[in-house]
């Protein structure tokens, strides 16, 4: 399916929202529920929730009441307020619902309905999950229930995130670390139940981070222990090992390249960088012409070059490294031409 981005996803929620259901889908720690209730707060409603793995059908209909002998259900205050104002109703974690707690929101998802109750004209029904494949706790949703939302997946988009995090405070170490390697922002689900990167993760590391630093706690085994406990193994590897200092000195990948002078003396750092330089290159997403390049490579100890070099001799040569190259062979053959 087609995704969007948050803010993209904050717009669809604020124009559609009032007459039609919504299902925000993504991998855990993307920022859906955040983004629910800033698209609310804009407007000026409030957000009222339901989480799906804590909700049964009662929660929905109502419990029923016996008026004039008749059965009448009453609805949950939480669905339907004694002020008929227009609110927001955050279905969260909604496709983690039981089946009966799915049926039981058939009428509400499609006719803004709870029995013989209407919810207050204007109010929004949204809803937000995550999916079979992120190995979350996920229910088989009915093609009914499906049929009755406009299901939107929404995507990680860095810059959006650092506008965010330069609001919400974010520690600098961090925003510099995701500006230089967005790819580090949001990771795929691993297979086993270990920390991964998320947005939602990089927010919780710089808020313990800040923790820490109040405490007096704060040194380089603390960010290890940290880092590890939050990110994906190999971005707490490099963010762990960067001091501060190093990471808010990062520069874009070209200013390396076009002045090889600028590579960090530091081991950690200057590897880091270099794997990064290999990556942007071969994958095309970072353009140099051929006789920078071939001035960067052989400007780089015969150590550091062989290794970008090694293995990939063919696609380096596709990109007009091929003195670099050439140069490289006759240092390790001994020949002279």
């Not at 004039?68 to 009453?74: A, G, K, L, M």
Request: hydrophobic share 45%; charged share 25%.
């Amino acid at each position: 399916m087609e995704a969007l981005t948050l803010s993209q996803a904050k717009a669809l929620i604020q124009t559609l929202a009032h007459k039609e259901s919504i299902l925000l889908l993504s991998a855990p720690g993307v920022g859906k529920s955040d983004i629910v209730k800033q698209a609310a707060e804009e407007k000026g409603l409030e957000v009222r929730s339901l989480l799906g793995t804590q909700i049964a059908p009662e929660d929905v209909s109502g419990i029923p009441r016996i008026i004039n002998e008749r059965s009448v259900f009453c609805p949950p205050r939480v669905l339907l307020p004694e002020n008929p104002k227009p609110f927001c109703l955050f279905l969260d974690e909604f496709p983690a619902a039981a089946p009966d707690v799915q049926k039981a929101l058939y009428a509400l998802l499609l006719e803004r309905r709870l029995g013989e109750h209407e919810l207050p004209k204007g109010t929004w029904v949204v809803a937000a999950g995550n999916r079979h494949e992120d190995r979350a706790f996920v229910r088989q949703m009915s093609s009914a229930l499906v049929n009755r939302t406009f299901q939107l997946q929404v995507k990680v988009d860095a810059k959006e995130w650092l506008i965010w995090a330069e609001k919400n405070n974010i520690r600098e170490e961090i925003i510099s670390f995701i500006s230089f390697l967005p790819d580090a922002l949001m990771r795929e689900v691993p297979a086993e139940p270990v920390p991964f990167s998320t947005p939602r993760a990089w927010a919780s590391l710089s808020s313990a981070m800040d923790l820490a630093s109040k405490s007096g706690l704060m040194n380089q085994d603390i960010i290890r222990i940290l880092s590890f406990g939050r990110l994906s193994a190999s971005d707490a590897a490099i963010f762990s090992s960067l001091s501060e200092t190093q990471i808010n000195d990062l520069k874009p990948v070209k200013n390396y390249i076009e002045q090889p002078d600028l590579l960090p003396s530091d081991i950690s750092a200057l590897w880091f960088i270099l794997n990064l330089i290999k990556k942007k290159l071969l994958n095309g997403s970072t353009k140099i012409e051929k006789h920078i390049l071939n001035s960067f490579l052989l400007k780089l100890p015969k150590e550091q070059r062989f290794a970008l070099l090694a293995g990939n001799v063919h696609n380096w040569g596709n990109l007009g490294a091929n003195q670099a190259i050439l140069e490289s062979l006759k240092e390790i053959t001994g020949l002279s031409k």
